[in-house]
Every structure is written in C-alpha cells, then in structure tokens.
C-alpha cells in the first residue's frame, strides 16, 4: 500500500503543472532570429548568427554549428540553407541538422529578475532537435556558447550567454529597481514676495522685540516695537470704512456750513 502511494504522488508531481513559473510564449518575427512578446518587447539575436559556426562538444567527439537565422550553415549533407538548418552536427564527416528554424518555438522567463530564454528547434535529421537556452549578460556583447550535452537521447542542449538575449522596448524590466517618482516644484513671483515678506516681518518683529527688551528694558506688551502704532491700526481702519461706507448711506448733515 505505501509503495503504491509512493507512485501515485510521483506521477501526481509529473502531470500537474509547475507552480510559480512565469514562462512566456514569444511569438516568432520576420525571420528565425526575432521574437515579440505580448507586452511588445522583442528579442533579437541576429548578432550571433554568424558567431558560433564552429565549436567542439563537451567530450571532443563531434563538432556543432549554430546559425539561429538559418542561412548561414552550408557545410554540406544536412545542413544546407535548403534545409532551413539552424543547428548542426558533424560525426565521422557527415553533417546532420539538428532541428529546422521552420519548426521554431520560444519560450521567455523573467521569474528570476534575469531574462532567459529557451529556443527549441526540431525537425532535424533522424528526430534530432537543438534546445538553446540564452541568458541575458549585458556585459557580453557576442557572448559564449558551451555544449549541454545530449540529453534526453537526439536532444542536443546549446547555453549561451550574451547580451541578445535581453529584452528590447517598452515594458517591465525586472532587473531595474523601483525608482521614486521625481517631484517638481515651481514657485510663482508672487510667491517669492510673500515669502521675502514673511522673512521681513520675523525679522522685524524679533528684532524689535530684543532691541526693547534689553536695550530699553521694556516689559509685557511694551516690548513689542512700535506698539502704538499697531494698537491704532484696527481703529485707522474703522474711521477709514465708514468713511467710504457713510456717504453710500447718507449719513451725516447731508449740507455744508454757509459762509
């Protein structure tokens, strides 16, 4: 009984879908070497097609060419441009596609805060597919490509690592972080005066305060310079309102003193 439950969770975890990841189909452009995602960003690594053409695998025995547009691989055999090769092999000098750029797919993970990307071509000779992954490295303008080696059996895994494989355009970019919003402040004219008033006043006002408290030993409300002055301003305005206001209402003797 535990030996069947053992099973039932190993081929639970198989068939249910990975949880967390955020791979993103990218829709293949005008040729083999372009793709665009959703949000409008593009991957190009037409740079590289001509970067690759020729590397050992891990263990020495074969030797790959990599041209991800597929018009540059002419070694003859396979792996023609009639063929729409993208990857190809070499063993025991015969030439064998592995995987066609007619048969392309593109799958994106930005889950990492790292761009990579996973290119799958298929179609090649005998069953052979090329898995390429692509990891964004902004300090690598070409970059490097390393055998994966060949697993599961007629798959053959490329990793490059180059600055092609980071997004271009408009979008999210996960690796920026976040900035604070910048705040701009415009002060008017007016704005400036009130504010040389406000300066003046305080001024006025605190050194005025010091000059009659220490210098003329005033004390309580005496210390507040030119106290009389400001004491008469509510009545000044008072007399200056009805002034205005009493001709309005005809107030007064209405007739001048005859001479």
């Known amino acids: 009984m535990g030996r069947l439950l053992s099973w039932m969770c190993v081929a639970a975890a198989w068939l249910l879908p990975e949880r967390g990841a955020q791979a993103e189909t990218c829709t293949i452009g005008a040729t083999a070497c372009t793709c665009t995602l959703q949000d409008g960003r593009v991957l190009d690594i037409t740079p590289i097609n001509n970067a690759f053409l020729s590397f050992p695998s891990s263990d020495g025995g074969f030797v790959y060419a990599y041209g991800p547009c597929g018009d540059v691989l002419d070694n003859g055999d396979d792996c023609v441009p009639a063929n729409d090769a993208a990857s190809c092999q070499s063993a025991d000098s015969t030439w064998y596609s592995l995987g066609r750029t007619q048969q392309l797919s593109v799958d994106v993970d930005t889950s990492s805060g790292q761009t990579k990307s996973t290119w799958l071509y298929t179609g090649g000779s005998d069953g052979r597919q090329t898995r390429v992954s692509i990891t964004c490295d902004l300090n690598q303008p070409t970059g490097t490509i390393d055998d994966g080696g060949e697993n599961p059996e007629l798959t053959y895994n490329f990793l490059v690592t180059s600055e092609v494989g980071c997004l271009k355009g408009s979008g999210p970019q996960p690796t920026q972080p976040n900035q604070p919003d910048e ?57 200056g309102a009805l002034f205005i206001v009493s001709p309005c209402r005809g107030g007064g003797k209405g007739d001048y003193e005859k001479l």
């Open 183 to 239: 705040i701009t402040v415009s002060i008017s004219a007016g704005t400036i005066i009130c504010i040389i008033a406000i300066v003046c006043i305080c001024l006025y006002l605190v050194g005025g305060v010091l000059l009659m408290k220490f210098h003329h030993g005033a004390q309580g409300l005496e210390v507040i310079p030119n106290r009389e002055l400001w004491v008469s301003i509510p009545g000044l305005i008072k007399d």
